[in-house]
Nanobody, 117 residues
Framework: VQLQASGGGLVQSGGSLRLSCAAS????????MGWFRQVPGKEREFVAG????????WYADSVKGRFTISRDNAKDTVYLQMNSLSPEDTAVYYC???????????WGQGTQVTVSS
């Protein structure tokens, strides 16, 4: 499966961004989808996940109440709405999809999010 992330950019603290990730090459509705992020020198960390039918979501504690993950199975796209951004949210954001075993094995190329103070 191919994943194409977009929507990153530069935003001021307190601002919002919406990331998108378009999928192709696999039945989108067969995969859980997730967003991860990584800053230089640190491990990639989980941000948010969305079950294959879209009804189940889960979040890292650091983003709960500020970020919202959603998906449109008709468009094979997953979104990450990010509100109340802070400089600590600055990272490269990656979307990912699971295989039949539930492991995130498919990854997009990443999109840079930079939050200025």
């Amino acid at each position: 499966v191919q994943l194409q992330a977009s929507g990153g950019g530069l935003v001021q603290s307190g601002g919002s961004l919406r990331l998108s990730c378009a999928a192709s090459g696999r039945a989108f509705s067969s995969s859980d989808m997730g967003w991860f992020r990584q800053v230089p020198g640190k491990e990639r960390e989980f941000v948010a996940g969305n079950g294959r039918r879209g009804g189940t979501t889960w979040y890292a504690d650091s983003v709960k109440g500020r970020f919202t993950i959603s998906r449109d199975n008709a468009k094979d796209t997953v979104y990450l709405q990010m509100n109340s951004l802070s400089p600590e949210d600055t990272a490269v954001y990656y979307c990912a999809a699971t295989n039949n075993g539930g492991a995130y094995v498919y990854w997009g190329q990443g999109t840079q999010v930079t939050v200025s103070s």
